[in-house]
């Protein structure tokens, strides 16, 4: 998969994906990435998943992970925090 800064990623999908993507029985499908590690090459690691697309408007969330950004500022450290709403309905 190519970013939209044209960095490659490599998933790694297990269980009943990789053989869903085997048998090329695959429309329709969201694939989601998280970077687990990115070598010299800049070829990002993840372990990612495949979920169907969403049939309609889906307005509540299934997950909500929390992020904490930190940042040396100076002598000090800045620190952001944000939650990343999943919406799938699978």
Do not use: C, M
């Not at 490599?10 to 269980?15: A, D, L």
């Not at 993507?21 to 989601?32: E, H, M, V, Y």
């Not at 307005?59 to 904490?68: E, G, I, M, T």
């Amino acid at each position: 998969i190519f970013d939209k800064n044209r960095k490659f990623t490599r998933i790694q999908i297990f269980g009943k994906d990789i053989e869903r993507i085997k048998a090329r029985k695959n429309p329709g499908l969201d694939i989601f990435v998280v970077k687990e590690a990115e070598n010299r090459n800049g070829t990002v690691y993840s372990y990612g998943g495949v979920t169907k697309k969403n049939k309609g408007a889906y307005y509540d969330y299934l997950s909500a992970p929390r992020f904490v950004i930190k940042k040396e500022v100076g002598a000090g450290v800045s620190v952001h925090v944000k939650r990343y709403y999943i919406y799938k309905e699978e």
